[in-house]
């Protein structure tokens, strides 16, 4: 019985030094089976705990190797002001949005506008809300990429906030509670939103 259980754990070495010897082999500097630069993501976002806001969050790579960002928010106050950045993680296990952690900041650089020359990666500004509480904003950014070497946002969270970002105030702009959340995702290549 001794001497099974030597051969038994001697085929389980002999395994695993097989798998990360095929493993090593298929991935050395072989690049065929990375995914491809995608062209469009998108994040549903959902409403934390006891708030209403939801929508859509689209982004799409142009030929320039910028990125378009469309959001279509719904259920916000009217006439009102609202933080919306990409956050670290695309983890939603809180009910209040702080499982996605702070603002998705590659760079190390501080908080402020989209237009700034540096801020983070996932300042976006504000989503403005019109006399019926649905928000759009659309804007196009080099800071970026879906799943490039650039800052990739694939995977990373969205949060919309409570209130409005001042773009100034570190190191979030003061833009309160998370009232929404979503994750970024691959968008189906045949679905228009």
């Known amino acids: 019985m001794k001497s099974?259980?030597?051969?038994?754990?001697?085929?389980l070495l002999c395994g695993a030094l097989s798998a990360a010897i095929f493993l090593t082999s298929c991935g050395g500097d072989d690049h065929e089976h990375e995914m491809p630069e995608l062209t469009s993501a998108v994040a549903v976002l959902y409403p934390t705990e006891g708030n209403t806001a939801s929508g859509t969050v689209t982004f799409t790579l142009t030929e320039s190797g910028k990125v378009d960002v469309v959001a279509e928010i719904s259920g916000l106050s009217p006439n009102s002001y609202h933080g919306f950045h990409?956050?670290?993680?695309?983890?939603?296990?809180?009910?209040?949005?702080?499982?996605?952690?702070g603002h998705y900041n590659p760079e190390d650089h501080e908080h402020g506008a989209p237009g700034m020359g540096h801020h983070h990666a996932g300042?976006?500004?504000?989503?403005?809300?019109?006399?019926?509480?649905?928000?759009?904003?659309?804007?196009?950014?080099?800071?970026?990429?879906?799943?490039?070497?650039?800052?990739?946002?694939?995977?990373?969270?969205i949060i919309l906030h409570a209130g409005e970002d001042d773009l100034v105030s570190q190191p979030t702009g003061a833009a309160g509670a998370r009232i929404a959340q979503g994750v970024i995702g691959v968008a189906h290549p045949e679905t228009s939103l």
């Open 123 to 157: 300042d976006f500004g504000n989503v403005q809300s019109d006399a019926q509480g649905n928000g759009r904003k659309e804007m196009t950014v080099e800071f970026i990429s879906i799943n490039g070497d650039h800052n990739p946002i694939l995977g990373r969270g």
């Open 4 to 11: 099974l259980n030597h051969f038994s754990k001697h085929l």
């Open 86 to 101: 990409i956050h670290q993680y695309g983890d939603l296990t809180a009910s209040d949005g702080t499982a996605t952690g």
